[in-house]
């Protein structure tokens, strides 16, 4: 079992940045693969972001690619999402999300943080 819990969400301006955090806690961070997704009101649920198991490597939507990024810190048991130059359509729930049985498979995830972004 794995525990995810995210935290870091509020209210900001367009243009402006929010750094999610997610902790996990139940099994060994550095054995799975760790994403970020979102979802709007009246949306589905869209990937954001994702990091391997030793964060070699990074993966973005098209519409965060070069303003949010992710990162990890094993040690802490922590992933992160940077978000920067915010817009108003970022607007969403942010989950954070584990590939921990099977890989490419997100399988735990977090009860999520809410992001709103004013004009």
């Known amino acids: 079992q794995v525990q995810l819990v995210e935290s870091g969400g509020g209210l900001v301006q367009a243009g402006g940045s929010l750094r999610l955090s997610c902790a996990a806690s139940?099994?060994?961070?550095?054995?799975?693969?760790m994403g970020w997704f979102r979802q709007a009101p009246g949306k589905e649920r869209e990937f954001v972001a994702g990091?391997?198991?030793?964060?070699?490597?990074?993966f973005y939507a098209a519409s965060t690619k070069g303003r949010f990024t992710i990162s990890r810190d094993n040690a802490k048991n922590t992933v992160y999402l940077q978000m920067n130059s915010l817009k108003p359509e970022d607007t969403a729930v942010y989950y954070c999300?584990?590939?921990?049985?099977?890989?490419?498979?997100?399988?735990?995830w977090g009860q999520g943080t809410q992001v709103t972004v004013s004009s």
């Open positions: 999300a584990a590939q921990v049985v099977a890989p490419g498979n997100y399988d735990y």
């Open positions: 139940g099994r060994s961070f550095s054995d799975y693969a």
């Open positions: 990091i391997r198991r030793n964060g070699g490597n990074t």
